[in-house]
Each structure stands twice: as structure tokens, then as C-alpha cells.
């Protein structure tokens, strides 16, 4: 036992000590040259080592090299640039002569995906021959392959040409190969832009076999919390997962098998886009629950400053410089193509329930149409399709409303109109203006509908009973029934309405109940928040008595006039003046009565002349 002991031992010696000879006998400086002309021929790409590159043999071999740097063809800055890299070899390998890469590692490096970075062909460079392929290795005696890529502690910039520049720190890649160009990948990274944080963490299985003419990647454990200015105080939170493919020929991004949550929303679909010149969506989205009100930042809908809104509400304000700029000219519909379809089971915004909500749109490079978008309302129903047209300045948006028996107390509780008002709205007109929000619909919109409302009950003022008391201080022979709730009810309610920059105008209102009929007209101005109506009420029951005077205001239409703010209404009667104007009919008729009848007398040819000069 003690000889095989001793022999093992010599013999891990001898292999110890020949693997150290090879490392010293081996210069990695002579990688140097190799490698570069392997990247240069395989990508096109310039790769600059500094400093001498020497090896590092604990815990595992390796070599280390000083700043580095990797830059596109013609490009003015370099793509990546590291203080120092790091290469995991295998040992064995290099017996025959094969530099084989277990991992490359890079930590600290900046990433710049620039216009500044990227490849350009000299306007006056020769066209060579086709390739026939990847160099052979064999040509140059060495053999190149790597397993594994590692960014750690990295930057990495990204831009657009004529965009935004967006800066992504804390990068952290681990990317793993196989034989089979299968490769497994763990990103994290956090994105600081606008006064907004995004941390994103995934891992995703690619299948990098047919790369670049095609990839597929599955991408699970997906994270991110999105924070900062123009959001709700808690941010938005989530996670999911979904597949996606990428084809080279056809230039197209596709994804399926979509489970996203957003907070307490959950999100589901299929989608593809294809990088044209403008490029094209095609969408096709579900909702379980869609919660506007955790996704959104919650502000007044009033006319309060922002700073006042940004204080009572629950979201962080973004700088004034931000919110001045013009964001609401909705030019980067311009630039792209869509079509979508999306449901929702349930949708929660401003303390509205919707439910069973579809819709259906198509963007054309800026003409924006919105075939379908409808959906439930408690019992009623909402249907809402129009078009934006962003291709002229200003935009021009136009919507046809069709609505069925919605409750309207819900809607004014939603953009908190101070109006007591309930009952089922139904409503199908034509709304246009430049600006898709509340505020713009109430300033600056115009339009026309017809509106119906079965049951509206309107709190704080009983018409019937302000007339009634008004009659009965005026005449104390009549009394009407007395009630104990103050508010107006009816059963049906007709009006045309018309917008025009905040004043809208009711005409030919109607109303009728059990107790009493209505027609008007007047104007509510949506800034100011007052209003100014007329109506014509007839009071057809709750009298109290008998006789021409009542039988005369059952007929007889009210003048009432409302009007003021919303939050505190002032009204007026002319019940005196109706009382009067009867009391002078009615001696009128009784004068020309008594008239007829003495036509004989000398008085009666008086009594004609003074009828005809009341």
C-alpha cells in the first residue's frame, strides 16, 4: 500500500511539474498577434491589447492582459473598452497547439452602442470577393474557441442616431456555450434616465445554431421595478416571461407565450415586429386585470398646479423643464406601422370598473385608427371608436361616443365634477380636438350629441317644491304636498347638447315625471364650473284644493332659472308675476263676461275700451 502510495505521488508530481514547465515554456504574448487577426478575419472588427499578457495560474489558468479596447470597422469610437481582461484557458489544449477559452471576463468595461461606434464603409473602399466562410484554424497552426463570456461591474451606453443617449450601469453578463451553440445567459442591469430607475434581471436559453440568419431565446425569471419622477410613489414592479426569435432576412422580432405582471395587473400575448423603414407591429394582447390606477400616477383632474397635485397625490413630480416640453404632439406615431387587438376582463381607472373591454386599432404612419374600443360599465354599455391624425399639425383627434345606460354619478365621481346628479345615461354624438385627455376635452374640444337619461335624480333642489312654497307664499289658498327629500326626480330626461371650447350648450331640454314636465334650455361652462339654465316647469300634481287657480298651474309652465357654481347653485322664480298675470286674466274674463252680457248699457262700450287697452 505504502508503494502504491509513493508511486501516485510521483507520479502527480511528474504531471504537476511538466503542466508548469508548459506554462513557462509557453508565452502568452505569443496569443497576441493570433488573436488579433482572428477577430479582424472572423468580424472585421480592430481588437487592441495594451501592455504585456501573462499568465495567472490560481485557482484556475489564466490570461491576463492590460486595457483593451474593440472597435467596428470605420468606426470613430471603439465599441468596448476594459481596463483589463481576463481568459480562463484550458491547460491540455495547448499541447497541440489550441488555445481553447473557457471564459472571457470582463469587469469594469464600458459598452458603447453609439452611432459614434458603430461599423461604416469608407465611401471609396474596394468590394472583395465573396467569402466562402469562416478561416480555417489549421491555417495558422492554432486552434480558437470560447465557452463562456462574463461582464461584471460594467457601463453600457446606448443611442439612437438623433435620439436620447440612455446610460445602463451596474451591467453584470454570464453567458454559457455548448458544442451545440446552446447558450445560457443571467443578465442584470440598472437603467438611470429622466429621473427614472429601471432594475432588470433575467436568465434566457438561446439557440445561437443558426445565428445571425436566425435566434430564438427563451427568456424566464424576468424582474424589474421601474422608480422615479411621473410615477406612483411605489413604482411598478413585476415579473414574467416569454419566448422570442429573431429572423436575419426578414429583419423581424417576434415574441409568444407572453405572462407579464405590472403590479397587480397581469398581461398575456403574442406579438411581431418587423425593422423597415417605418417599422410594423403586429399585436395581440390580453389583460386579466388591467389596474390604471397602481400603473398611473393618481393627479387632479382640476385645474391645480402640478406642484399642488404633486403634493396630494401620490406621485413623484417630474421637473418643470420636463412637463413644458411638448409631448402631446404625438409625432413618434409618425415613425411606425401597427395593428392591434386587445382585451381586457377587467379594467379598473378613476374608480371605474370596466369589464369585457375589446379593442382594435391600426397606426399608419401617423393616422391612427380606432375601429373598436367598447366595453361594459356596470349594466351599461360604452362604445368608443375615432381616429387620430397626427400627419397634420396640430393633430386632429375625432370620436363618435355611443353609450348605453351608464350611471352618470360614476362618471362625475371620476373627474370630480361637484355635480349631486345620478341616474342611466345614454348619449351618441361626435367629439373632435387636437389633445386625447380630460383637460384638453374640457377646454378645447368641440362637438355635438343627443343624451337621454331614465331615472335622474338631481340632489339639493326640488323644483316641485320650490314652486309649490313660492306659490303658497303668494296665495295662501293653494298649498302643495310637502316632501321630505330635497331633489328632483324624473323618469326621462331628453337634451342636444354642443361643445365648444369648455361652454356647453343644452337645448331643447325635456324632462317628465309622475309630478311634474320640464323644456329648457341653458349653458355650462366645463373651466369655470358654473352654469346658467332656464327651464319651464309645469307642476301637473301634488295640489292641494280645487278651482280655476289650481287647475291653472297644472297648466301653466314656471319660469325657474339655475344657475352659478356648481358647487353651490343659486335659483330664482317668477311666480309672483305668473300669479299676477292670472289674477289679470281672470278679471279680464270676467269683465268681458259681465261686458257681453250688459251690451245694452252705457258702461259696457267703457268697460270694452279698458279691455282693450290692458
Known sequence: MRRLLTTLMILLVVIIAGLCALVLLVNPNDFRDYMVRQVETRSGYQLKLEGPLRWHVWPQLSILSGRMNLTAPGASQPMVTAENMRLDVKLLPLLSHQLHVRQVMLKGAVVQLTPQSEAHRPKDAPIGPQSGGAPDDNDHGWGFNIARLNV?????????????????????LQMDQDDNRQAQVDFSARVMRDQRTLDLSFNAALNVANYPENLTASITNLQYQLQGAGLPRQGIAGQGAFNANWQEELKKLSFSELQLSANDSQLSGDGSVALKKDPQWLLNLAFAKLNLETL???????????????????????????DN??????????????TANITAQ???????NFSNVRAALTNKSGLLTLSTLEGQLGAGHISLPGSLNTRQKPAQASFSPSVQNIEISQVLKAYNYPIALSGLLSMTGTFSGSQIDATAFRQNWQGEASVEMANSRLEGMNFQQMIQQAVERNNGSVKGQQFEENATKLESFTTDVSLDHGLLTLNQMEGRSAMLTLTGQGTMDLVKEQCDTLFQVKVVDGWKGEGSLVDFLKSTPIPL??????????????????LRKHLQDE?????????????????SKDVKELLKKL
Open 152 to 172: 461584471a461591474d460594467s457601463v453600457l451606453v446606448f443611442q439612437h442616431e438623433g435620439d436620447e443617449q440612455v446610460t445602463v450601469r451596474n451591467l453584470n
Open 296 to 322: 398611473l400616477p393618481t393627479q387632479s383632474t382640476t385645474g391645480s398646479s402640478t406642484v399642488q397635485r404633486a403634493q396630494t397625490g401620490n406621485v413623484v413630480p417630474r421637473p418643470l423643464i420636463a
Open 325 to 338: 416640453a411638448s409631448e402631446d404632439d404625438y409625432s413618434a406615431l409618425r415613425g411606425f406601422e401597427a
Open 346 to 352: 377587467s379594467i379598473l381607472w378613476r374608480g371605474l
Open 561 to 578: 332659472r339655475v344657475y352659478g357654481s356648481w358647487q353651490q347653485l343659486s335659483y330664482s322664480l317668477q311666480v309672483d308675476q305668473v
Open 587 to 603: 278679471a279680464k274674463r270676467r269683465l268681458n263676461d259681465w261686458a257681453d252680457r250688459h251690451k245694452d248699457s252705457s258702461k
